[in-house]
């Protein structure tokens, strides 16, 4: 399974940005897909997850992200709005098999990460 993510870049605070991630395979419909990010001098963090069945989200982006999933094009968006020069980081799409977790060493592929930059 090979991820890749896309749509990073620069903004200002309060502007919103909406990077993807495409998952290659036949059975996308059966992996969780998660959005973890890496801000510099930090550990890597989870975001977002979605299945076919549901979603979570970190309380630090509750409210101002949304992930969603298009099971017919294999890819999934996080739609973050109100952006804060602390959501300056790389971000990393990442699936497993089965329901979401917030544990990145239980998701097996990774994508290569975007990066967003907000300004202040």
């Known amino acids: 399974v090979q991820l890749q993510a896309s749509g990073g870049g620069l903004v200002q605070a309060g502007d919103s940005l909406r990077p993807s991630c495409v998952v290659g395979?036949?059975?996308?419909?059966?992996?969780?897909v998660a959005w973890f990010r890496q801000a510099p001098g930090k550990e890597r963090e989870f975001v977002a997850a979605i299945t076919w069945s549901g979603s979570g989200y970190a309380d630090s982006v509750k409210g101002r992200f949304t992930i969603s999933r298009d099971n017919a094009k294999n890819w999934v968006t996080l739609r973050m709005s109100s952006l804060k020069p602390d959501d300056t980081a790389v971000y990393y799409c990442?699936?497993?098999?089965?329901?979401?977790?917030?544990?990145?060493?239980?998701?097996?592929?990774w994508g290569q990460g975007t990066l967003v930059t907000v300004s202040s």
């Open positions: 395979g036949r059975t996308f419909n059966r992996y969780a």
């Open positions: 990442a699936a497993r098999i089965g329901d979401w977790d917030i544990r990145e060493v239980t998701y097996d592929y």
